[in-house]
């Protein structure tokens, strides 16, 4: 593996390295040569100093400003102790091998934090503006919204914004964690931080830096050390309690037993003064106040890899409890795009009615008109087409070819007597006329995603026990969805403030309870919810702020990744403590009865703390 140290680490690990070498020849001479006690505490000082200097000028300095009881403090206290019962290696060995632990913990720490910042090195460093006919360079955060830039091959994309011409395929794996490139055309949306792969593209701006996707998830990750879990704040206030009844119950294990067994003899007060400094170096906190932060930053910055973005180690914490997701429809389950489904022509065959609905459907933007023309994916002769009548509420009345044509609902066959009947499928159902002769009806519904099914399933798998949907559609298409997919149950027709009632109703009956949506139309569920996760809304003001989860693409089964990440690190936060206290009880114990060293209380603070940072270090490697 290749480590690359920081200044301060390399100026660390020489002075281990001497400080090392000065003992090991140390530990020779005093082996091969008699000396005075003086002399040989003057050659195991020289490494204790070079070792850990800096530890005591922090532990003085703190004690000048009245902070007394942190790590720095009781490996000072334990260590000079140590030199004034005459155990001069043990107390050097403690000083270095707790400075190899600080070095252990530096690099750990450094390694998650460049992993972050490897992941989110999406900041564009310039940005190519168009302005009087030049390019000229500028900073991104000088770009206005509406300018237009231009974005060449193996080039980041500066801002949010879309595409006014040119063809491309662009690289979103920093944002989405999808490998696969996306192609971009005309009118197509990019988002600032995605690469641009192959071609020359111009992009209008949508968005200034400051308010633009990489800038906002950056802030995220930044930010979401803020937010600690419960289990952090235990720890940070048990240190502080648990740190100065350590010094006092050490000083009490010192000082009583010599004064009951015997006040004038040195070897007692030299033994228990000795268990005094096994109990204050083996009760040092450092395993648990580093290895749980560095569990819970881990897990965020793995996750972030897998294109899920987690404000923070409290909803990483919810997130691995959850036992009921509640989902919106559209958007969410659903593409929230039309699309034909499934065409039923009568007497006419379906590519000929199909281009008969293209036709009409040629002058409107409605989506359910754009999804037709989509469909029949061929050029329109718009010249055939010599009157185009919108009839509100019902459809389109048109002249193709001379022949009058009505593409619409069933309320337009009935207004032009044309004998129509409903579909039996699910959907919204186009019927085409040409005069009063029926021609078909098209199908035509929300598209289901792909992974949906799939995570739904999985959901269930790990446990899951209620997966909900609730939408403002209509009952049928609700109903249709929900048996698809598999659901536990759905609510249909609902206004935004229905969805926030059924939520409540649904919190009261859950231990813990995640919302997704598309994070537009969402936020007070959102806010509401244990747990709120906008789905594919990376460009939303309204998901970044209301949601405590961004998934970076629209894929339902970044829920299953992100529940599944956080029972793991919250699996390796448990490990961690359980481990960490259980070891330095059982030393404490032994080192209060005598049993355990100087040597075995260094394996309780050091060699704990260094596999509860190779444990927490687990928590950034996820399996695909």
Not at 181 to 188: A, E, H, R
Request: net charge negative; charged share 25%; aromatic share 6%.
């Amino acid at each position: 593996m290749n480590i690359k140290l920081t200044r301060k680490q390399k100026k660390m690990l020489y002075r281990i390295i001497a400080a090392a070498v000065l003992m090991a020849a140390a530990a020779v001479v005093t082996r091969l040569i008699e000396m005075p006690m003086w002399a040989e505490l003057i050659i195991y000082a020289v490494p204790y100093i070079i070792a850990g200097f800096d530890v005591l000028k922090t532990a003085f300095i703190n004690m000048i400003h009245g902070q007394f009881f942190d790590e720095k403090f009781l490996m000072m206290v334990a260590t000079i102790g140590a030199f004034g019962a005459g155990e001069y290696p043990e107390a050097s060995a403690v000083m270095l091998f707790y400075q190899v632990g600080e070095l252990f913990q530096s690099i750990a720490v450094g390694r998650s934090r460049k992993s972050i910042s490897k992941l989110m090195d999406i900041r564009p460093d310039s940005a190519t503006v168009i302005r009087e006919g030049e390019e000229i360079t500028v900073g991104p955060d000088e770009v206005d919204v509406g300018e237009l830039i231009i974005t060449r091959p193996g080039e980041k994309i500066p801002l949010d914004g879309v595409v006014e011409d040119g063809t491309s395929s662009v690289n979103t794996a920093a944002l989405t964690g999808e490998s696969a490139p996306v192609d971009v055309k005309y009118s197509d949306s990019v988002i600032s931080g995605t690469v641009n792969l192959t071609g020359v593209i111009k992009v209008r701006t949508t968005s200034t830096f400051g308010e633009s996707t990489v800038s906002k998830i950056l802030e995220l990750v930044e930010n979401s050390s803020e937010k600690k879990a419960k289990v952090e704040n235990f720890i940070t206030k048990f240190a502080k309690v648990y740190t100065p009844c350590v010094v006092i119950a050490a000083l009490l294990l010192g000082i009583i037993p010599p004064l009951i067994l015997g006040i004038g003899s040195w070897e007692i007060w030299k033994t228990w003064l000795i268990r005094a400094c096994v109990f204050l170096v083996v009760s040092c906190p450092c395993a648990l106040v580093v290895s749980v932060p560095l569990s819970f930053f881990g897990g965020i910055g793995g996750a972030a890899r897998e294109g899920v973005l987690i404000k923070g180690a409290n909803y990483m914490e919810s997130l691995a409890s959850i036992d009921t997701v509640v989902f919106d429809k559209t958007g969410t389950l659903t593409k929230g795009v039309f699309a034909v489904e499934d065409i039923h022509p009568r007497d006419i065959s379906k590519a000929d009615l199909l281009d008969v609905a293209a036709a009409c459907e040629s002058f409107s933007s409605h989506p359910v008109a754009q999804s037709i023309v989509r469909a029949h994916g061929g050029h329109i002769e718009k010249d055939r087409i010599t009157e185009v009548k919108e009839i509100a509420g019902k459809g389109i009345e048109a002249v193709i070819d001379g022949e009058r044509y009505y593409c619409g609902n069933g309320g337009l066959m009935e207004m032009c007597g044309a004998d129509y009947k409903d579909c039996h499928l699910t959907g919204t159902i186009i019927h085409v006329s040409k005069g009063s002769e029926y021609l078909g009806h098209i199908v035509i519904n929300d598209e289901i995603k792909e992974d949906s099914a799939r995570a739904v399933s999985e959901l269930k798998k790990i446990g899951v026990k209620k997966i909900v949907m609730l939408t403002g559609d209509k009952e049928k298409v609700a109903k249709s969805v929900s048996e698809k997919l598999g659901l536990t149950e759905y609510h249909a027709e609902l206004l935004p403030a229905d969805k926030v009632t059924h939520i409540e109703e649904l919190l009261n009956k859950s231990s813990r309870l995640a919302f997704a949506g598309d994070g537009i139309n969402d936020a007070p569920v959102l806010m509401r919810a244990d747990v709120g996760i906008a789905m594919g809304a990376m460009g939303s003001d309204a998901a970044i702020e209301s949601a405590d989860v961004v998934l970076m693409d629209d894929k339902p089964m970044g829920i299953v990744k992100a529940i599944l990440i956080a029972r793991k690190t919250m699996r390796i936060v448990k490990e961690n403590v359980i481990f960490a206290l259980g070891v330095k009880a059982i030393i404490l114990i032994l080192g209060a009865l005598g049993i355990a060293n100087m040597w075995i209380a260094v394996f309780g603070d050091v060699g704990v703390l260094i596999l509860a940072i190779l444990n927490a270090v687990r928590a950034m490697r996820i399996k695909k």
